[in-house]
């Protein structure tokens, strides 16, 4: 006979049964965590044991796609920075360095500490011209002896590289450019020292390339004036060329004199390039013994075909701004006093600034040299931005201008007439961009002081009249308010192209055009 009572009970005493061996195998996991915890070394962070360490890489100046990486005309150094503080120790050259794009080369990299966080990488050791992503691995540790997650950057791609050590506050600049170059007969050769490099060669009436030098001559470089030099190199357009650099022709020789340059003898041999230095790039800039001359020799047992010398100085810099006459990120810059907003449909760039019509002025130090002020050396670009799957890249257009110079008051002065207007039309209407950059090309009286690379302004503009500024006059809009009126004009027709060509565009925006026109009186 069934006993529903009995077999109660045997649940109940089933399920305490289960219950309490459930208890058991929980309590023998929590104690085997604790165990396991107990002997991990101390070293490890927390959560190292899951696969991932304290220190992760949180920002990097160096990027997948990044192009022309250089430590030449700048006093910046690349960085990359980590979540925790750094062991310096281990922030080295041996767990620091970059791989050559294709291939497993690895080349160590000078390292600087900016920050307890922060490592300069010092591109000194690389290549001009080629790929590379830079890697650090886990032997870099935190201050309290943890590994950092390894990082890996993009891979980026050098321009001229001199391949001497950062120093802070020092810029590395060409000083060979723009100076007379010739051989040692006395045959021009300003091709070398013009600033452009890739293939030049130019043949003249004989057949012979105008950038050639034959092995029983060599260049000549006069830099006007005794110059301590760091770093020198040469460009050619076609790699094959540099096969007359091989081992078993010999080096290109670079030799320094104060003395009569076309008297080799007596110049002093400060470096050379060789086959190897080129490995199949087709540019390299070498360190040198450093020195002071005044010539810069470049020689070779075999013709040589050059398209630029490269001399390099390290020279001292300095923020050489003292001022400029409108504030950081001003807003739709106009010259045209009475200038309305322009955008009713988006209120956050309705906005116009008009704050005296006058041309935008930077004063630069006193001891500037204002030769050396040009739109070359103090860039106006456009700047353009945009945005791809989350990521923000960011395109300069160099705009050419004519600065006004004022040697007296050592300042420089960029027209409003000089900018564009807004850009777009309707809803699409936005500010156009600026950035003013100074250069290392600006130089102190004497050159022995360059500027700080730097930005010295960003704004946007906003209507710009084309017409200059003169003193004592402003520029209005004098058809604000006057009577405006909308007729038919059955003569346009056709295409849009077509009247557009009958009415004119604005900007770059071609309105669609039925049989209207406007007009005003």
Known sequence: MFNAKAQIQKIDKYKKGLVKNMTKKIFSLLVSLIFIFSVVPTTLADNEIFGSNGAVCTSSTLYDGQTGVTNIDTDEINTVSFSKSLDASTVNSSNIYAVKSGTETKTGINTVMLDEKTIGIDLG???????????????????????????????????????????????????????????SENEDRSILTDGNLGMQGVANKDGVYYNSITASKYAIVDLGKSTTIVAVGADIGMSNCWYHLASDKGPARIYGTNEDPTDISKATLIGQITREDIDGYTNTVEAVTEGTYRYILLDSDVTMYLDEILVYSRQISADMIQSVSIPEGTVGLT???????????DPTINVRTYIDGKPIAIKLSDNTDMSTVTNDTIVLSKITTTTTDGVTTETKETVSYTPIIDTENKTVSIDLSELDSFVGCGTRTTNQAYRIEITSKVTSEGGTVVAAPKTIVNFTSGMIAKAPYRDGKVIKNVAVNKTANFKTAIEYTGTNADNAAKVGTVGTYNPTFTNNYFGAG
């Not at 010259?335 to 449909?345: F, G, I, L, S």
Request: positive net charge; proline residues 4%.
């Open 125 to 183: 050791t690389l290549k001009s011209f080629t790929s590379y992503s830079i890697v650090i691995t886990s032997e870099v540790k935190t201050a309290d002896g943890i590994s950092v997650v390894p990082y890996t950057s993009g891979t980026f791609k050098t321009g001229i590289i001199a391949r001497v050590p950062y120093e802070p506050e020092r810029i590395l600049t060409n000083v060979a450019l723009g100076k007379a170059a010739y051989t």
């Open 335 to 345: 010259n045209v006093q009475n200038a309305k907003v322009y955008n009713e449909w």
